[in-house]
T-cell receptor
Framework: GESVGLHLPTLSVQEGDNSIINCAYS??????FIWYKQESGKGPQFIID?????DKRQGQRVTVLLNKTVKHLSLQIAATQPGDSAVYFC???????????FGAGTTVTVRA | EAQVTQNPRYLITVTGKKLTVTCSQN?????MSWYRQDPGLGLRQIYY???????DKGDVPEGYKVSRKEKRNFPLILESPSPNQTSLYFC?????????????FGPGTRLLVL
């Protein structure tokens, strides 16, 4: 079946380095993608989103890249900080739909 | 403070004993949703509601019921819980005209069914 998934379940990053978290999706009908951050003991928090008519969107220290040709999504975090340690989920949906499909998540650990 | 609240936060119950997990939001959001989170599976949508008296199934609705009698509340009902419903449950809400762009999630309810 169609699904959203992340390439790696865990990622260890040195503080100050850049992080790249990857996600592959297979539903060609999806046209809206979201990255969430979930800290331990909390619910997911919206980080950044991107629509399918864009290939890049930047926020504060975060950038999302979308490659529709290979159905790939990535989240880049610049100058990773200890507070970035969390589980990161990508999610996909359609703008006319209210169903949201999440990937399995990538656990990011920041080393001091 | 804008927030989504869930109660209880932790619950241990036995198979077959009906339970309700409440969800309330104070942001006047039209859209509300329930997810369950299991290790290695991410979050899976159980049910969602686009407005009062409008609900629809998500990806894993079996064994669950919901109701939306008021805009602020969206309870999740397990009529006859089973051990495979042991999970971490999240309620979320957002403004309808922004679809799911900025969903606010509650703190989660950890359920153990014995």
């Amino acid at each position: 079946g169609e699904s959203v998934g992340l390439h790696l379940p865990t990622l260890s990053v040195q503080e100050g380095d850049n992080s790249i978290i990857n996600c592959a999706y297979s539903n060609s009908a999806s046209d809206y993608f979201i990255w969430y951050k979930q800290e331990s003991g909390k619910g997911p928090q919206f980080i950044i989103d991107i629509r399918s008519n864009m290939d890049k969107r930047q926020g504060q220290r975060v950038t999302v890249l979308l490659n529709k040709t290979v159905k790939h999504l990535s989240l880049q975090i610049a100058a990773t900080q200890p507070g970035d340690s969390a589980v990161y989920f990508c999610a996909e949906t359609s703008l006319n739909d209210y169903k949201l499909s999440f990937g399995a998540g990538t656990t990011v650990t920041v080393r001091a | 403070e804008a927030q989504v609240t869930q109660n209880p936060r932790y619950l241990i119950t036995v198979t077959g004993k009906k339970l309700t997990v409440t969800c309330s939001q104070n942001m006047n959001h039209e859209y509300m949703s329930w997810y369950r989170q299991d290790p290695g599976l991410g979050l899976r949508q159980i049910y969602y509601s686009m407005n009062v008296e409008v609900t629809d199934k998500g990806d894993v609705p079996e064994g669950y019921k919901v109701s939306r009698k008021e805009k602020r509340n969206f309870p999740l009902i397990l009529e006859s819980p089973s051990p495979n419903q042991t999970s971490l449950y999240f309620c979320a809400s957002s403004l309808r005209d922004s679809s799911v762009e900025t969903q606010y999630f509650g703190p989660g309810t950890r359920l153990l069914v014995l």
